[in-house]
């Protein structure tokens, strides 16, 4: 299960940007950032072995779950080099910007990676797409490039739909090889300037929908909180001019502190207080967690809160809002996986379950969602109660010998890498000792149970794809930043950044 699959079936001191470049460099043992021309701290080179080496059996995976005849990634590449028939248009992006860091970290030349990109390229021009939007179908036949209509191997009936977040995902890809392959920027520009995200804008409640389903005309609404993966789809409506800036503002940070029948809800009450944005009132809210206040995403997930920044560069456009809390979401990963759950182990995002299938793993403590989202298969969840609202009193936190099976997916790990580099070293490195069959070839398999060992038998692209995007960013110079934030998003989404206060805070 992918992205698109989560996306429909689910429903300060500390944010210095250039301290973050610094300590990142120094502990790859690169310059400083700005020492190396472009204002890059340049490739690591001897400095990190251990990166090189896992960007190198990543790559490896995405040649193995790639058909060679389409240029499409599979979803899934199974540990027997066996590969699934579905793919998704948020597996064609991931595919298009790893095939770009492989060419930037010398795993492929250039001519390589533009034929590659190539046939990706010519299956997306012919692929089936709706017509008045230009968006692509959630899944395809990774093979033939044809709309899945019933899903493999089961045969079980399958409804196309058009979903927000997986063609932004798409775009995303689509972008880098416009801004960074001169080659082919013509026909990925092209690809990209017909997708229309307004498409996806409802104006009444100021957000996008989660998808769009064309055989019945139905629109399922909406993303409506901004620590989201989904997020990236109003920094592209907004660079294209086809969603207002306003409309980063249309969702939460938290739900409101009150009133109880509506927002008491909430496993923790939140701290905060309203502010005006754009003409839109919002909610500056936090929880508490850890003796800090971050700005919680809807499952505690790493996933959903550093994934847009894989790309763009919220904590330097937005020093005052994700500059502060993007660090401190790492920290709280840390610290419930070393801590408060006890694993010896941290990263928790959605993922495989090792002993088979899916589940949206999490930190309990920074997610909104009521039903929570655990770290372990065994479920064990928090309740900081509601204070003032009936029957929502405060259960006692459980001790770490609760939290039995803990579920630690490595990709979750890879996106603490610029906000805490030798501690993101660190846990890879325990990860790829502790547990045999973990690390491999192909790099790292999906997720692991820290408790029986027990490793995931998959691979999945999207998760690749964020391990081979943030390995980019690190030994190659924030590469793929570079080729994604452009004058046009620097124009119109850094404004929107800057203007915004979080009341995340490394203090109580």
Known sequence: MDMGQRSTRRRSAWGCAAAAATALALALGAAPAGAAAGGHGGSSGDGAPDLQRYAAGT??????????????????????????????????????WSAYVAQRLGFLDRPE??????KT??????????????????WYDHHTGAKLTTWPPTGAPLTPILSSVDNAWLATGLRIVRGGVPELARRAGA??????????????????????????????????????????????????????????????????????DRYGFQETKPIGE???????????????????RIVPSWGGSMFEALMPALFLPEERWGPRSWGINHPLTVQAQIHHGLTEAGYGYWGFSPSNTPEGGYAAYGVDGIGMDPNGNPSNEDRTLIDHGFAGCPGRDPQPDPPPAAYTNGV????????GLRYAPRETRDDLARLARDFPGLYGPYGFRDSVNVDTGHPSDAYLSLDQGMIMASLG????????RDAFAGQDLQRSVRPVLQAEEFVASPRP
């Open 408 to 415: 630690v997916t490595p990709h979750a790990a890879f996106l």
């Open 59 to 96: 790559w490896r995976s995405f040649e193995a779950m790639t058909d060679p005849a389409s240029g499409l990634p599979a979803d899934v590449l199974n540990a027997d080099g066996t590969t699934s028939v579905q793919t998704s248009t948020t597996n064609i992006g991931a595919y298009l």
């Open 274 to 292: 309203w502010k005006r944005y754009f003409g839109v009132d919002v909610f500056e809210g936090s929880y508490p967690y850890n003796n800090s």
């Open 473 to 480: 960013n690190a030994l190659g110079g924030d590469v793929l």
């Open 191 to 260: 690809l990209y300037d017909s997708m229309n995200f307004g498409f996806y804008y409802r104006p009444g409640v100021n957000r996008v929908l989660f998808h769009y389903v064309p055989d019945t005309g139905e629109a399922v609404c909406c993303y409506d909180t901004v620590v989201s993966e989904s997020r990236i789809v109003d920094y592209l409506g907004i660079a294209k001019g086809e969603i207002p800036q306003r409309a980063y503002f249309g969702r939460w940070r938290t739900f409101p502190d009150a009133p109880c």
């Open 113 to 118: 990676m533009v034929a590659r990109m190539s």
């Open 121 to 138: 390229i010519a299956s997306l021009e012919h692929m089936e797409r709706h017509t008045a939007s230009g968006q692509f179908y959630n």
